[in-house]
């Protein structure tokens, strides 16, 4: 099983950067209705772009990314995502508030990579929920070793089959996950920023020691779950996941608490990242 994973993973890094370089005004238009933090001009100035990928209910997912400036060498490659579980309103909103800020001050320290909102169904449905189109919990979709056991019995002792955080049949069962860790693949991000909510700490997988503070959040590593993007990217591949979890997944941080978790975020990665070259590899086992 997981032969056929990587064989289709392989072939969909090929495609990456291939896709559609339209702005998504459809997209900003449903964002902007669903969500009152973020206005239509706002998503609009963002100058999104979709990515090659489509929801399973056909919503595209969009994209941006800040590439170096000019000669300069960024220090690092850096991955942004939010929106996985769709009932996160602030992990949306707050990137969208992130790439406000980059928009005005992007020096090129880093090459940016932004996606915004990686699970749109779930947000957009009339009553938003955590889960895509397919009831999916992305954020347990992902290969990780011994995936169908260890995700199936987790699902059924540890959450007693809660649909909430049902992991889908098998691994990369959803574009939407198999779009990101194409993405992984096609960048080779050298850490990856997660936001969710609303545990209001900050957690993380993998190399190096973790940030022990991030704006107002304080470190409290939560675990790794079987087919999560901490233990996949950060456990199985090497590469440093940020999670930040903000306290509500319905109300906003001030503006002040925003531009504090972006400030400590980029000096963290000034100071951290990357700590030596990697080679991005699967070990996931039979699934």
Known sequence: MFKTHLTWLLAWVGMVGTGVQ????????LVAAKLASISLPECQGRRLRSSEAISVMGTPIVEKIYPPLGRRIPKARILVVGGIHGDEYASVSVVF?????LDRHH???????????LNPDG???PKSQRMNANGVDLNRN??????LAKTRHYWVKETRRNLRRYP????LSEPESQWLAATIHHFRPDAIVAVHAPHGVVDY?????????????NRNLMGTYPGSLGNYAGIQLGIPVITLELPSAGSMPTSGQIRRLWVDLVRWLRLNIPRAPKQLTHHAGPS
Do not use: Q
Request: hydrophobic residues 40%.
């Open 97 to 101: 508030k992130w790439m406000k800020i």
């Open 22 to 29: 339209a702005e998504g005004p459809g997209v900003c238009v």
């Open 123 to 125: 947000l957009l449905r």
């Open 107 to 117: 020096s090129g320290l880093f090459h940016w990579y932004f996606v915004p909102l």
């Open 142 to 147: 992902f290969p990780t070793p011994n995936w």
């Open 205 to 217: 997988d993998g190399p190096p020691e973790a940030p022990r503070r991030l704006g107002y959040l």
């Open 168 to 171: 889908g049949i098998a691994p």
